[in-house]
């Protein structure tokens, strides 16, 4: 009686053979390319659970010449955007099948990027796929002059570079718009840092939005991202009383910025509303349970790893897609009511 090892391990032929298809068909099953029928796919799915087939990685290496292995480069992932987009990037990897390196740089200067791209080179990678929150990334990757695909996380393309991106514009004029149809027109913004990417562009939402509305965007304030800039900022808003409304760059900034109100005795949102970007999971718990803007991080890196691989697998040229965002309507947030604080004088 033979043991475990006497067994012959499952070929991609023994799939297509028993699955009535070609080996081709099998191949793009394993590698989930879209155009395959859904009921094909699903019998050959059967197939391949049945005999317990594995695409064996090393011998697919060996014929292609590429590692099955994807750099990435990520700076500010102790932030929930990054690094929330960290997780979904490598979700997608992992799904396609790529192993993922990564690189997490405390700082995004050039000297930092220039050897963690080197360490990547070093291993082999097939590409490189880089979180960037701030400015000046694009420029220093661009000075590498790269061999490999390069998908920027964050924006969009630039030169040869694929870019996958929320669009950060959008969602800030998803948040305006709510708060201007519940009938506010003092809105301010406590944005992020202004050197960040998604910053800058949430902050140039909120000035769209209501200069379209034909509303003044005066009441601007730079917060850093924690929920202490938040509550610090919050507390000077308390004391003017000079908004209605408050669109803030974040949810964490938010939170701080409930809590001081809370502690002033303003109440939200029947004196004022707030709403945040992002939809953290805790958003919902918040007192009261946040409006906010929700990102698909989720999607996002499912959208960067298609652009990857179609760059290596199919030499496709770099591109650059977008993920809309979503306005999640929450307690935080209502129509504007009488007592609503008023401008405070000049």
């Not at 197939?47 to 990685?57: H, S």
């Not at 291993?123 to 061999?147: F, K, S």
């Not at 770099?318 to 965002?325: A, C, E, R």
């Amino acid at each position: 009686m033979g043991n475990s090892s006497d067994r012959q391990v499952p070929r991609l032929e023994d799939v297509a053979a028993r699955a009535g298809v070609s080996h081709q068909t099998v191949s793009r099953v394993v590698n989930k390319h879209p155009n395959v029928s859904k009921a094909t796919r699903e019998r050959v799915e059967a197939v391949i659970a049945e005999l317990g087939y594995r695409r064996n990685t090393a011998a697919r290496s060996l014929v292609t010449r590429r590692s099955q292995t994807i750099g990435v480069l990520g700076t500010e992932l102790g932030q929930y955007g990054p690094a929330n987009t960290l997780l979904g990037v490598q979700q997608a990897a992992r799904e396609a099948e790529y192993f993922v390196s990564i690189a997490a740089l405390k700082e995004s200067g050039a000297d930092s990027i220039a050897d963690a791209v080197r360490h990547f080179t070093d291993q082999g990678v097939d590409g490189i796929i880089v979180i960037v929150p701030r400015e000046g990334t694009l420029q220093a990757l661009e000075e590498l002059n790269l061999a490999v695909p390069v998908a920027v996380v964050g924006t969009g393309g630039a030169g040869r570079f694929s870019g996958a991106m929320v669009d950060q514009k959008l969602g800030a004029r998803l948040a305006v718009a709510h708060l201007i149809s519940r009938g506010h027109r003092r809105i301010g913004h406590i944005s992020g840092p202004q050197d960040w990417i998604d910053a800058a562009a949430r902050t140039a939402g909120w000035r769209e939005e209501m200069a379209e509305a034909g509303l003044e965007a005066d009441l601007l304030v730079e917060g850093d991202w924690s929920a202490g800039s938040g509550y610090r900022i919050g507390q000077g808003l308390a004391e003017k009383r000079s908004a209605t409304a408050v669109f803030v760059g974040n949810d964490q900034m938010a939170l701080g910025m409930l809590r001081a109100f809370g502690e002033a005795g303003i109440r939200v949102p029947r004196d004022v509303s707030v709403v945040g970007f992002d939809d953290q999971p805790e958003a919902a718990y918040f007192m009261p349970p946040l409006t906010t803007v929700r990102q698909d991080f989720e999607e996002l890196g499912r959208r960067c790893m298609d652009m990857m691989r179609a760059q290596i697998e199919d030499g496709a040229a770099g591109s650059t897609t977008v993920v809309n965002p979503e306005l999640v309507v929450r307690a935080s947030t209502s129509t504007m009511h009488i007592s609503a604080p008023r401008q405070a004088p000049r």
